[in-house]
């Protein structure tokens, strides 16, 4: 079992920056990927970013050259730095965590989410 807290949303305006974190607790050995998920209401969730560990990364087309995924393996968290934020990036924002077994079974964690609201 894996367990999974988001924290650093909140508000801010058009163009500014936030930073959220992902701190994973339980089975942390068994985790290959984690990354981050969103969803605004009335839409689907889509990706925003993934990373591997091996340090591979994965973005959104939407988010590519403003979000910067990245993990601190001792602290068993990964961020999401978000610059340059637009109004059609707030949404809640969930993390995830990739647990692959023996049998090749995979089976994804989320955390509870944590809003990001981007309005001036």
């Known amino acids: 079992q894996v367990q999974l807290v988001e924290s650093g949303g909140g508000l801010v305006q058009p163009g500014g920056s936030l930073r959220l974190s992902c701190a994973a607790s339980g089975s942390t050995f068994s985790i290959y990927a984690m990354g981050w998920y969103r969803q605004a209401p009335g839409k689907q969730r889509e990706l925003v970013a993934t990373?591997?560990?091996?340090?591979?990364?994965n973005y959104g087309d939407s988010v590519k050259g403003r979000f910067t995924i990245s993990r601190d393996n001792a602290k068993n968290t990964v961020y999401l730095q978000m610059n340059n934020l637009k109004p059609e990036d707030a949404a809640v924002y969930y993390c995830?965590?990739?647990?692959?077994?023996?049998?090749?079974?995979?089976?994804?964690?989320w955390g509870q989410g944590t809003q990001v609201t981007v309005s001036s």
């Open positions: 990373i591997t560990n091996d340090d591979s990364t």
């Open positions: 995830s965590g990739l647990v692959i077994d023996d049998s090749g079974t995979g089976t994804v964690y």
